[in-house]
Every structure is written in C-alpha cells, then in structure tokens.
C-alpha cells in the first residue's frame, strides 16, 4: 500500500528563515516577483496592456500593521488557486502541458511561504482575467490549513496578498524599511511600483535601469555609472564599463576597485534576474581572474538556485561567464591603446588580477606581459623594462631564494627577478615563446656562492683555523663552510642552500611539530636523506673587516661562538625559520655574550 508524506509547515517555515533564504525581508522580494510574473503572463494574451504593482501599509492604532500588496496582472481562479497555491513548489506560471515559461521569474508555490516569515497569517484575493471567473479568497494559516472561498462583487482582474504584522517583525511594516526594501528588490523592474502609507507615497523604480539610459558622450555616461556606483557600494571607483553577453541574455556595468584586491577576496556582486534583485553576493557569474571589480548585472536567461539567491552553475552560466570575461578583455586592451594613463593607475593597484589573466590566456600574454611588474634586486620594474636594460632573464623560483641572493646580486649588479609570487615563474617561463631573442635562467643561491671570488693559497692558509673550528661547528647542522671574497664588503658571511637542503630543513622543522606517529616516518625518510649530499653553505667573506678580525683570533670557544652567531645572523638574514637547535644557538650566544660583558665591565 502507498503512503504520502505528510508535511509538517511550520518545520517548512523555519528551513526556509534559516536555510534557504537570507532573511525574513525576501518576502518583499517574492510578493514582487508573483506580481511580475502575474503581469507578464496577463501580457501574453493581452501584449498591449502596461500592468503596476503597489504596496500599500495600513497602521491602526492599537492593532498590528496590515500590509497589501496589490498587481493587476492575470489572477486566479478557484480551480487554480487550489492547485498552485496549496501545493509547495508548483509555479502558478506553468503552462497547461508542464513547461515553464523562460520570462517569469519565480515559484508562486515556494515564494509565497516566505510571508509565513514575518505573518501568521496569509490572505489572497484575486480574479482571473478568464471571462466569467469569479473572485476567489485564499486564507492560509502555518500549520498547513487554508479556507478557500467564492466573493461577490465587481473586483478587477489580479491579485492582493494580505499580510499582517507579526510581532517580531513589525519593522518590515514600516514605510521607511518598506520602501528601502521594494527599492532594493524592485528598483529596476519594468513595471511601476507604488509604495504607500496613509498620505505619503512614492514611486519605488521611477529611476531606472542607470546603464540603459540615452548618453550623450561616453565621458557623460561614464560619470553618471561611477555616480551611481559611488550610491551603490559607497566606493569611489576607478572605473565603470558595461558588460553585456549573448549566453544568459545579461547586461549590466562593472566598477574598477580604487584599490588593491586580494587574491583570496570573496568575489560578490550584486545580480538581478529579469530586473528583480537576486543577490548582493552572486560569486559565479565572472572570471576568478576579476578579482579586481565590483559588478551590478541583469540576467534574463539563467537558472537561479532554490533559494533564488545565486544562479545555478550550468553550461549556460559558463558561457555566460565566458562572455563577460572577454568584455573585461576589450576594455583592457582599449586602455592600452587609448588610454595609457589609466592603464598605468590599473596596473598599479591590480596587476595580480591581469597576472592571473595572462597566465591563461595567451593573446592576453602577449598584448600585456610587457607592462606588468616584478620585483628584482634593482627594485620594481616592468617586464619591457628588464628586457631593454639586460640581455637575458635571471629568476629565482622562490621568494626564500631570492631573499638569500639579493643583497649579494644587488652589489654585483646584477638584476634577479623573484619569481616566488602567484604567477610569475609561469609568466617568466613562458617569456622565450613570445620574444625569441629572450633566454630565461633559473638562478640558485649555490650558484652565486660559485661565482664568488677564490682567495689565495696564502689566504686560504692564514684562515685555516677558522674555517676547521667552522667545519667543526657546523657539523651537525650539514652546513659546509666556504671562504670567498664577495660584495657587499660589510656582509660577513651568506647562507645557501640547495633544493634538497631546503628539503631537509623543511623535513627537520615538521618532525619538531609532528606526532610520535608521524615524527616515525619523517626519521625514517630522514635517515635516507642524509645518505645524499644535501648540504647547505655558509660562505665567509674575506673583504669583510670583522671576518679579517677572526681569522687572527686562536682562542677556538671564541672562534667557534662566533661563528656559531654568524651562522645564525646569516639564516636570519636569508629569512629561513630557525629550529630548535638553531634556536638554542641563538639564545646561548646571546647569553655569552651579556656574560662577557659584564666580566670585562668587573
């Protein structure tokens, strides 16, 4: 034997306060959209008639505010009112053989439940634009009972939904918080939406779709977006465009941030479908690479969620979001031919954004690569920049790396770009498929250590003490000692690393933070690195005064102190994260030396 499920409403109700929608104030959202679509399915059979909307407040004394919303769109009838109103989730749009129409916007069935938010009551009166329908009232109460009856009279075709004020929610029955809600949801409906309360009333949309308006100039248009852009958001913005795309029928007007994004930035833009306001935090409809902007777009062919409050990530939206990333695309490259200046700004506060886009896309790359900055050991300069001053393109891969070389690099003139940001070593490798003169070369901070230059036997020899206590000291921390002569002169001595140095200093760090149990497997994995020559180098600098200093001293617990402080500046100097041991270096030579002091001041 079959079963039906039984529906608990109120359960219902509170899914949807929590879950599925914002907040309780998308009623007003939802009273707008069934008068919308009421209106556009009256316009199918009579395509000459205009349609309203209006809200009107009612507050006596003594008693909760009334609240009706009123449209003169298509009505229903008994038949009807039955079938769509009582059944959650069937649209009182469909067609009579199932499809729903591509121009309505909602769900009578599930929108209608969001007045059970802010009313314990739900009334509809409505009259079918049908010949010979009859009023019908509709009364509905949460825990799932309604009473349906016929009306007498002469009423005109459409409908009024009656709610009254709940308790907790009497400040959506106010007409200020009212008319801020009918101008957020319904600003730019087609449709005019009166607003009222006893003698004060307004037009809620009378302003407009603001980039669909007649401009003279494309100065006077772009002025009258960032001034609405500037109401909207409260930005001063950089920049509007228009978007416009085939894929989901959208149009709409994106704002240049007036200052830096974060990659990792929550992507929100204000969205609107067929002119209703969907969401203030849509974050699927640009490319990730967009991070730089804040949108405002209309959309009359996606598919919005359940909750109608973000668009439903299909092959639609893709090609949607497709579309409005080539717009983004035009605009940018119309900056650089007619407006450098503005490029110039654009670049300055957001070319991480055009980084991520020339990493994708090709054409992008090289209509852009040129313009974009990087950090070198001669300061921030453009790629077109780096490429007119010096003949091929020197990189490290990690910022940790270029942090080692790049007071040494910087003294010997030579020009290293830190490729350890997002994107750039991707940029950088991809610079010889573009400019075939260019050669690209990974430098390593052991190779700089080669390039150093030797000292003499002589030298070599007067330093022999030092550089066995050095041998000895740094034993077990599998650094190497060097002796070279380098600039800049007042550096005493540089620490590099190789990949697999870098590896086992990683390797060394977890095991001081890991459990028993994985602290087991990074021995393990440990003991086999150790059987390789990963070592790293602490190369002194013979130019260096006090280095000359040293390599007089024959105290050996002075010289080995010392150069166990040295081997610690250098790792700080290179910023690499200290462990333990190192860590006790530091705090132990620290210590030596308030103790000698104090002993030479006794």
Not at 62 to 73: F, Q, R, Y
Not at 136 to 151: F, I
Not at 204 to 219: D, H, I, L, T, Y
Not at 337 to 355: N, Q, S, T, V
């Amino acid at each position: 034997m079959a079963h039906k499920f039984q529906i608990h409403l109120r359960g219902i109700i509170d899914l949807l306060s929590k879950h599925l929608y914002s907040g309780p104030e998308v009623f007003v959202r939802e009273l707008l959209q069934n008068g919308v679509d009421a209106i556009r399915a009256r316009q199918k059979v009579e395509p000459e008639f205009a349609g309203s909307l209006s809200l009107e407040l009612h507050t006596p004394k003594g008693k909760p505010a009334t609240l009706v919303a009123t449209d003169d769109g298509i009505g229903l009838t008994e038949e009807e009112v039955h079938k769509f109103l009582a059944t959650i989730g069937e649209s009182s749009k469909r067609m009579a053989e199932g499809d729903r129409p591509t121009d309505f916007i909602g769900q009578f069935g599930v929108g209608i439940l969001s007045c059970f938010l802010v009313s314990d009551e739900i009334v509809v009166i409505s009259r079918s634009a049908k010949k010979n329908s009859p009023a019908v009232e509709w009364r509905a109460k949460p825990d799932g009972t309604y009473d349906v009856r016929t009306l007498t009279g002469d009423l005109s075709p459409g409908t009024q939904v009656i709610l009254t004020a709940r308790e907790d929610a009497e400040e959506f029955f106010k007409f200020e918080r009212l008319s801020e809600l009918v101008k957020h949801f319904g600003g730019m409906l087609p449709y005019p939406i009166k607003v009222s309360s006893g003698k004060r009333n307004e037009i809620a949309n009378e302003r407009g779709v603001p980039w669909r308006q007649e401009f003279s100039s494309e100065k006077e248009r772009t002025q009258s977006l960032l001034r609405f852009g500037l109401e909207a958001f409260g930005l001063d913005f950089l920049d509007a465009l228009p978007l416009r795309s085939k894929a989901g029928d959208i149009d709409g007007v994106a704002f240049i941030l007036p200052h830096e994004a974060s990659l990792t930035a929550r992507r929100a833009h204000r969205v609107y479908l067929k002119n209703m306001l969907l969401s203030e935090s849509a974050d699927n409809l640009l490319p990730d690479w967009a991070f730089f902007l804040k949108a405002v777009v209309n959309a009359n062919d996606l598919r919005p969620t359940a909750s109608r409050e973000t668009f439903y990530d299909d092959d639609k939206l893709a090609a949607a979001r497709d579309s409005l990333g080539d717009c983004l695309r035009a605009y940018l490259v119309n900056l650089a031919e007619k407006r450098p200046e503005k490029l110039e700004k654009f670049i300055d506060l957001h070319h991480r954004a055009l980084k991520a886009l020339a990493a994708e896309d090709d054409e992008f790359y090289r209509l852009f690569i040129d313009y974009l900055p990087f950090e070198t050991t001669h300061g921030r300069m453009s790629l077109g920049e780096y490429r007119r001053e010096h003949g091929n393109l020197l990189f490290t891969p990690t910022v940790d790396q270029f942090r080692q070389i790049a007071r040494v690099a910087s003294a010997q003139g030579r020009c290293v770009i830190n490729a350890g940001y997002s994107y750039d070593h991707e940029l950088l490798t991809k610079a010889p498929e573009v400019f075939d003169d260019l050669t690209v070369e990974e430098l390593d901070a052991t190779e700089i250590v080669q390039s150093f230059e030797d000292v003499s036997l002589e030298e070599q020899e007067s330093a022999h003490l030092l550089m066995s206590v050095a041998e000895s000291a740094l034993k077990s921390f599998r650094c190497e000692p060097e002796l070279k002569k380098f600039k800049p002169n007042e550096l005493p001595a540089l620490f590099s690393t190789s990949k697999d140095g870098r590896f086992f200093r990683s390797l060394e760090q977890s095991k001081e933070i890991a459990d028993p149990l994985w602290g087991g497997v990074l021995d393990q994995l440990g003991k086999r690195e150790k059987r390789t020559s990963a070592h790293s180098q602490l190369c002194f600098n013979f130019e260096n005064p006090l280095v000359r200093r040293l390599v007089s001293l024959t105290k050996k617990p002075l010289l080995r102190r010392s150069v166990e402080m040295l081997y610690v500046q250098s790792l700080l100097l290179a910023h690499q994260p200290l462990n333990t041991k190192e860590m006790g270096l530091l705090n132990d030579g620290l210590l030596a030396m308030i103790e000698f002091g104090m002993a030479n001041e006794e």
